[in-house]
């Protein structure tokens, strides 16, 4: 099994910027590919960005290049989303996910955070 905490989420204008933060534990997490999806009211879950443990290749969704960047801390065992140039659009509870992949396909990750909540205002 592998544990997934999310923090870091909360209220900020648009323009604003906050970095989400996923400590990962559990066995063979290593192993896995680590991303970002998030969810907005009445809307599908979407990809946002991966990385892996292993390596510094990473993928970021079409709609977040440019703002957001996905990172890690092997030593600490945690993945960062640092979003910036925020907006409302962006608004959504964000998941932090585990998982043999694909990359972008929902169903390849095997292990969910609780989730947490960013909130954009206009």
């Known amino acids: 099994q592998v544990q997934l905490v999310e923090s870091g989420g909360g209220l900020v204008q648009a323009g604003g910027s906050l970095r989400l933060s996923c400590v990962a534990s559990g066995r063979a997490f290593g192993r896995y590919l680590m991303a970002w999806f998030r969810q907005a009211p009445g809307k599908e879950r979407e990809f946002v960005a991966a990385?892996?443990?292993?390596?510094?290749?990473?993928s970021h969704a079409d709609s977040v290049k440019g703002r957001f960047t996905i990172s890690k801390d092997n030593d600490k065992n945690t993945v960062y989303l640092q979003m910036n140039s925020l907006n409302p659009d962006d608004t959504a509870v964000y998941y932090c996910a585990a998982g043999p992949g694909p990359t972008t396909w929902l169903k390849g990750y095997l292990y969910w955070g609780q989730g947490t909540q960013v909130t954009v205002s206009s």
């Open positions: 990385t892996r443990w292993t390596d510094d290749n990473t």
